[in-house]
Each structure stands twice: as structure tokens, then as C-alpha cells.
């Protein structure tokens, strides 16, 4: 069965520096991995996704996130965080024989200024 | 195009009565998800459809849930009748394809059941 660990539930990073959200996942098979942000009252917003090929997956915002095979990790990244991205973040993995993704439980991340 | 609408945008109902959460997926996409958000157990998928079948209800709570998608435009998640615990954020979301495609979600519906 596939599932994915979020294991911090809240990040606090200051603005300027670098912001790290763990997600670590484990399917059979290659794993398609995602990023979703949550922002108030609304719905959840792809961020990036590894699908195959380089590890380091570039998306929206800024984002980026390492994909790691032997840590089974797939960390997001930012090198400079700013005060609105201060939100909730979902990683959610699928196996490449299921329609359905599986989220993770969600790391807030609080960006003071 | 105007991305996954839902409707009603908030629903506030009375324990016992019938709920209907609509859902207008991305023309063209071919899998609808139904979600619902919670504090105590965060997201879960209650339902998906392909090509308007329903293809896994395995996440669908009770059998006063019930969820239809009667053309490739519109779906319907129903709850007969509600009781308080029901009271969540369900998103309804939608892909071109398989789990290798982004899935898109609408901006849910707040369900508070009295």
C-alpha cells in the first residue's frame, strides 16, 4: 500500500532565509510525487510534481523539490521564503498502477517577517 | 477556462436533512475526485469517477453518502440524511488522465451540519 509522512506540523522560517518541508513516501514501484499549497478558505493549488527524470523538480513560486530514491524522500524546498507563503503544505504520492493520490496530513508553514 | 466550480460555496443545515454538493469539473478532464478535509483526519478521497463511471467508493463513509456524475460536466455528492460529524470542507477536484496528471481542485464547500 502506498503512503506518504509529513512529519512536522508546523515549520517556522523568517523571511529571507531558507525554508525546508519534509515528505517522505512508500509505494511499490516508481512513485509519481507532488506539492500541493493550501492557502485560507481555499482549495488546494499544484506546486510541482516528479513524474521521472531529474531529481530536482523546479515549480511554481520559487519551489523546488529533491527527489531521493534511497531516503525515499521528497523534500520542498525554497532558498529565500517570503511572508505569503506562509500556508499549508501537502505532499501526496501516487504508484504508477493507481488513479489516486494519497496525501500526507499537511505542514504549516509560518513565515515571520 | 474558470477552473473547477463547486456549489453551494457554504452549507449550513440542520441535523437529519438532505445535503447536495455540486461540482462542475475542468471541460475535457476525464477523472473527478470527491474529497473532504477535516481537522481530525486531513484529506481523504471519499470517491473518484473516470469518463463518468464511478470507479472506487472504497473512501465513501456510510451509505448516507451517495455520489453521482450523470455527464462529463456535473457531479453530485449527496448525504442523506446528515448528522454533525459530517461537518467538513469537501473538495471536489479534476485530471486529464491517470495519477501522472495534476489534479485540479475547486474551492470546496463548508459543510456545517446543526
Known amino acids: 500500500a502506498q503512503s506518504v509522512a509529513q512529519p512536522e506540523d508546523q515549520v517556522n522560517v523568517a523571511e529571507g532565509n531558507p525554508l525546508t518541508v519534509k515528505c517522505t513516501y512508500s509505494?511499490?514501484?516508481?512513485?509519481?510525487l507532488f506539492w500541493y499549497v493550501q492557502y485560507p478558505n481555499r482549495g488546494l493549488q499544484f506546486l510541482l510534481k516528479?513524474?521521472?527524470?531529474?531529481?530536482l523538480v523546479k515549480g511554481s513560486y520559487g519551489f523546488e523539490a529533491e527527489f531521493n530514491k534511497s531516503q525515499t524522500s521528497f523534500h520542498l524546498k525554497k532558498p529565500s521564503a517570503l511572508v505569503s507563503d506562509s500556508a499549508l503544505y501537502f505532499c501526496?504520492?501516487?504508484?504508477?498502477?493507481?488513479?489516486?493520490?494519497?496525501f500526507g496530513t499537511g505542514t504549516r508553514l509560518q513565515v515571520f517577517p | 477556462d474558470a477552473g473547477v466550480i463547486q456549489s453551494p460555496r457554504h452549507e449550513v443545515t440542520e441535523m437529519g436533512q438532505e445535503v447536495t454538493l455540486r461540482c462542475k469539473p475542468i471541460?475535457?478532464?476525464?477523472?473527478l475526485f470527491w474529497y473532504r478535509q477535516t481537522m481530525m483526519r486531513g484529506l481523504e478521497l471519499l470517491i473518484y469517477?473516470?469518463?463518468?463511471?464511478?470507479?472506487?467508493d472504497s473512501g465513501m463513509p456510510e451509505d448516507r453518502f451517495s455520489a453521482k456524475m450523470p455527464n462529463a460536466s456535473f457531479s453530485t455528492l449527496k448525504i442523506q440524511p446528515s448528522e454533525p460529524r459530517d461537518s467538513a470542507v469537501y473538495f471536489c477536484?479534476?485530471?486529464?488522465?491517470?495519477?501522472?496528471?495534476?489534479?485540479?481542485f475547486g474551492p470546496g464547500t463548508r459543510l456545517t451540519v446543526l
Open positions: 477536484a479534476s485530471s486529464l488522465g491517470t495519477s501522472i496528471d495534476t489534479q485540479y
Open positions: 509505494v511499490s514501484g516508481n512513485p509519481y
Open positions: 516528479y513524474i521521472t527524470g531529474d531529481n
Open positions: 501526496a504520492v501516487a504508484g504508477y498502477n493507481t488513479d489516486k493520490l494519497i
Open positions: 471541460s475535457g478532464h476525464d477523472y
Open positions: 469517477f473516470n469518463n463518468n463511471v464511478p470507479i472506487d
